[in-house]
């Protein structure tokens, strides 16, 4: 489903997705080039809360630029299917194989702050990231693996110790909400 049909029947759940989603709907319907990172004000993202089976265990990758733990997730790159980027980016980011979507819905959505930072010898200066988050289940006894130009980790975390393991403050709230709805979604 192209990211816009889910966030047209997405129900916010407080007052910070109502505000997201007012935004990220005026952004995607006046701007063809959202998708794309060649928009350099905003652009879209999936991130994915990559859960086990008991969801008693999460996993999250230490991401280099940030330089800190994070859930996976990247750029759309003009996919309009959001959870696709989630599922490729997990995939990619933790060397996981057996990764699904828990239902095909949203699991939150949130505009994101990204600091200007260098990646890859280029500079990238300050923007937002429209993102759509989904969850996911995988196996927590799979292999992992690390994506070395991204992350330099991957580790299972109790839900509560990612949370107090992410050393990005604004985050931890974000983290924190997706504990509490992972169990419900």
């Avoid at 652009?43 to 859930?71: G, K, Q």
């Avoid at 990764?99 to 505009?111: D, M, Q």
């Avoid at 839900?159 to 050393?167: K, L, Q, R, T, V």
Wanted: aromatic residues 10%.
């Amino acid at each position: 489903m192209e990211f816009i049909e889910a966030l047209q029947t997405y129900l916010p759940r407080d007052e910070q997705e109502e505000a997201d989603k007012a935004v990220m709907l005026d952004c995607l319907k006046r701007y063809a080039d959202v998708y794309a990172r060649s928009n350099l004000l905003f652009h879209v993202t999936a991130s994915a809360w990559i859960t086990n089976e008991a969801r008693d265990r999460v996993l999250m990758v230490y991401h280099n630029i940030y330089d800190s733990w994070a859930w996976t997730g990247g750029h759309a790159d003009g996919e309009r299917d959001l959870l696709a980027v989630a599922l490729k980016e997990a995939t990619e980011e933790t060397g996981l194989v057996s990764v699904r979507p828990a239902t095909g819905r949203l699991l939150s959505i949130e505009t994101l702050t990204v600091n200007p930072h260098w990646k890859r010898g280029r500079f990238v200066p300050a923007h937002l990231h429209l993102n759509g988050t989904y969850l996911l289940i995988a196996d927590d006894t799979e292999p992992l693996r690390i994506k070395a130009d991204e992350n330099s980790a991957v580790r299972w975390f109790a839900p509560d110790a990612a949370i107090e393991a992410c050393s990005e403050p604004w985050m931890r709230p974000v983290y924190q909400k997706l504990n509490a709805r992972m169990k419900l979604h």
